[in-house]
């Protein structure tokens, strides 16, 4: 899976680079294992073998796909979402990820949804992990709940919500490992170096320590290529806003407007403006 993508409020896409690092992570059993049992601690017994992904991918042609599903046997089905920016949106998505889990099941359990036989199924549980400030954020949001005002409503899902973990388990070693990422890029900007801050820091505090001594370049080339595509879309975004302001103020040089009124509407400097008029003078002759 490729990194997940979020919308900051200046329309900026945002490859989140803790997503990328929360997918890769729990690709592999070991932590999955340890993902599960930081939610369920009573099952100590719980094996790799015992899980299974069922990550969707491709639901939609714009390629929405979840973070982390997978299936205990064949009794529980758990997804879980990472989020660093707050949004109720995530129960809506959360609810096709579910919808699509299930008729994967189905498709592979050959169960015919169209049958008089009531279909068999895990358990749906459906979780946040969300690492960004918690302020009063609550344990649990539902879909009823967010979009209806608590109304009962004939369909409803109920995510819970995750902010740090227990201390030292799977699931706080990566909070954590997030927040260093987020001090060490305040203090360094989105650079190789705050990267590896952030590497050096996590393993003298033995937060994700296995994983990023063993895939350090990974991880390293990994938000290295998120920071450039950030970048990338920063520079079109910032390039659309200047492109329309010249279009704004071309207009109201059309339409005779003076020129105070057309560098406070458009936002652009009294140089730019004047350019502009030049460029306008020039083309009308």
Known sequence: MGEKEEKNDDGIVKHTLKDSVFTSLFKEKKYLVQLYQALHPEDRGVTE?????VTVSNVLVNDIYNDIGFRVGSTLLILIESQSTWTPNIIFRALMYLVQTYREYFNETRQNIYNSKKLKMPKPEVYVIYTGDRKTRPEEISFAGEFFGGEQVCLDLKVKMIYDGKEG??????????KVCNEQVKAYGRT?????????ICKDRDVLKEYLERKEQ??????????DQEEVMRSYVESEKYEAKKEMAREMIHGNEPL?????????SREAVLEIQKEELQMAT
């Open 49 to 53: 073998d015992d899980l299974q992904d």
């Open 169 to 178: 388990d799977i699931i706080n070693q990566y909070v954590v490992f997030t």
């Open 192 to 200: 190789r170096k705050a990267i590896k801050e952030t590497i050096r």
């Open 218 to 227: 990974e991880v390293l080339s990994m938000l290295m290529e998120l920071y």
């Open 260 to 268: 105070e009124k057309i560098i406070r509407y458009s936002g652009l």
